[in-house]
């Protein structure tokens, strides 16, 4: 089992950065897949990218080229930096851990955070 929480969020204006991090506890942090996804107002939970346990990437084409994930072991922690961002990016940003590999629905996760909201002003 692992417990994640996120940090990192806030208040950006368009085309500014933020840096998210996803901290994991439990001594297989390794094993596991982690992504990134993010829910709207109104809208659906979607994801923005993941990182396997060999560090292998995938993005949402929404957010390719724009954000990045990596994976620090000694920390424990994924990060999520995100660059040039839009006011669409607003939203609560989840990280979540799964055993499968190359998945990008969320009933595929078996592990939550509990969310940091980023707002994108315009």
């Known amino acids: 089992q692992v417990q994640l929480v996120e940090s990192g969020g806030g208040l950006v204006q368009a085309v500014g950065s933020l840096r998210l991090s996803c901290a994991a506890s439990?001594?297989?942090?390794?094993?596991?897949?982690i992504a990134w996804f993010r829910q709207a107002p109104g809208k659906v939970r979607e994801f923005v990218a993941r990182i396997s346990r060999s560090d292998y990437t995938y993005y949402a084409d929404t957010v390719k080229g724009r954000f990045t994930i990596t994976r620090d072991y000694a920390k424990n922690t994924v990060y999520l930096k995100m660059n040039s961002l839009k006011p669409e990016d607003t939203a609560v940003y989840y990280c979540a851990a799964t055993t499968g590999v190359y998945v990008v629905t969320a009933d595929k996760y078996d592990y939550w955070g509990q969310g940091t909201q980023v707002t994108v002003s315009s």
């Open positions: 439990g001594r297989t942090f390794s094993t596991y897949t």
